[in-house]
C-alpha cells in the first residue's frame, strides 16, 4: 500500500488533538511522580520500620509489575471499591504511582549524596527535622536529580500510549480511531511513530542541556 | 467463586504464554544488544551509525506504538507476522536497544590496561575480546540485564493488545466472563510480581556464579 500524503494532512488535526492530551497526561504525571517519588522516599527512610518497610515492599510491588495491569486495575477495580475516576484522571494516577517508585530511587539517591556534615550543621544550629530537611537538605539535594528525573518523564512519556488502553484520548487512540475509521494504517501508525521520535530528540537535547545546568548525578 | 478453579486454570495458561513471550525476547534481545553494543564500538564509521541508529529509533519511540506498526503495517509491505512473533520482534527489538548501551559501558568500563595486556599478548581484536575482554565485562552487564529483563516482562503486557493470549489478555476474558474485576487483576499483579522476583534471583545467583573465577579482578 502506498503512502498517501493528502490523508496524512486529512488526519493532522485529528492526531495533534491527540498530542495535546498526551502531553497534558505526561505534565500531570510528571507533576505526581515527582511528589510520590518524594513520600516514598522520605517514608522509606523513616525510623519507624513498620513504615519504611510496608511502604519499601509496596514500592517493590509496583516497580514489579506492568503499568498496563496497573492502569487496569485503578480503572476498573476501584469503582467496586466506590471510586470512579475518568480515564485520564486513572491513567495519571497510574504514570504517576508507577514513575514515582523509579523516582523515589532518584530522590534516594541524591539525600543520601548530601554531606554528613550538613547535616550535623542543621542540628549544631538547633533546626528542626521538618526545618533540616526543608532549609538544608532538599535544597541541595534536588539540582544534582534533576537530570536523572527528566530522564524519567522522558520515559514516562513513552509509556503514554499504554492510556489508549483505558479509552484516554491521546495520541495513540486517536490514531487508531482514525485506522479503524478509514482501515488504512500505515499513515497513522507511522506518524504516531515519528511524533514520538520527533519530540524524544527535542527532549534529549533538553536532557543534555539540563545535565550541563545542573551537573551529573554522582553514581 | 464456585469456577474460580476453571478461570485460574485460564490465567496459568496466560501465565506460559507471558513466560514464553520473556523468554524468546530476551533471547533475541540478548543478540541484538551484543550486535548494536559491539557494532557502536566498531572500527567501521557504517556499523556505528547503523548501531546508533537502531539504538535511537528504538529507545525514542515507545514499545507500544513499534509493536503496533510491526504488526499492522509490516503486513501491507507484504510481511505477516502472527501476534506472538509480533511480540518478540518487537520486545526484542526495543529491549535490544537498551541493552545495547549496557553492553557499550560495560565493554569500555573494562580498564586500558587490559586492551594493552592483549596487545602485548599478541592477541588479535576478537581473541582479546572474546577471552580477556568479555568475560570481564559480562559481569558487569548482568545486573542491569536483570532489570531489563523485568522491563521485558512488564513489557509483554502490551501484546494484549494485539488478542495474544497473555497473562493480562487473560485477565480481561475472565473480567468479561465473570465480571468479577478484583480477583483477575490482583492474581496476575502477584504473578507478575513473582515472575520479576524469580528474575532477579536468578541474576543474582549467575552473578554468584560468574564471579567465582575472577576473584583477583575489580569488577
Known sequence: MDWDWNFVWEIMPTLIQGVKITILATLLGSVLAAIVGLAIALARRSPNRAVSRSVGFLAEFIRGTPLLVQLYFIFYVLPDFGILLPPLVAGVIGLGLHYGTYTAEVYRAGIDNVPRGQWEAAKACNLSAGQTWSHIIIPQAIPPMIPALANYFIAMFKETPLLSAITVLELMNQAKSVANTYYRYIEPMTLVGAFFLVISLFSVVLLRWLEHRYGKIER | ?219
Open chain 2, 1 to 219: 467463586m464456585t469456577q474460580w478453579s476453571g478461570y485460574l486454570g485460564l490465567i496459568l495458561q496466560g501465565a506460559l504464554v507471558t513466560i514464553e513471550l520473556t523468554l524468546m525476547g530476551s533471547v533475541l534481545a540478548l543478540i541484538m544488544a551484543f550486535l548494536a553494543g559491539m557494532g557502536r564500538l566498531s572500527r567501521y564509521f557504517v556499523l556505528r551509525a547503523l548501531a546508533t541508529a537502531y539504538i535511537e529509533f528504538f529507545r525514542g519511540t515507545s514499545i507500544f506504538v513499534q509493536l503496533f506498526w510491526v504488526y499492522f503495517v509490516l503486513p501491507l509491505a507484504g510481511i505477516s507476522l502472527t501476534p506472538l512473533q509480533a511480540g518478540v520482534l518487537a520486545l526484542g527489538l526495543n529491549v535490544g536497544a537498551y541493552a545495547a548501551e549496557v553492553v557499550r559501558g560495560a565493554i569500555q568500563s573494562v580498564g586500558r590496561e587490559q586492551y594493552e595486556a592483549c596487545i602485548a599478548l599478541n592477541l588479535g581484536r576478537w581473541q582479546g575480546m572474546r577471552h580477556v575482554i568479555l568475560p570481564q565485562a559480562l559481569l558487569v552487564m548482568l545486573p542491569t540485564f536483570g532489570n531489563n529483563a523485568i522491563e521485558l516482562l512488564k513489557a509483554t503486557s502490551v501484546v494484549s493488545l494485539i488478542s495474544l493470549a497473555d497473562l493480562t489478555f487473560q485477565a480481561q476474558v475472565v473480567r468479561s466472563q465473570t465480571g468479577n474485576t478484583l480477583m483477575p487483576f490482583t492474581t496476575i499483579l502477584i504473578i507478575y510480581f513473582v515472575l520479576a522476583l524469580i528474575i532477579s534471583w536468578g541474576v543474582r545467583s549467575l552473578e554468584r556464579r560468574m564471579a567465582r573465577g575472577l576473584d583477583g579482578v575489580r569488577v
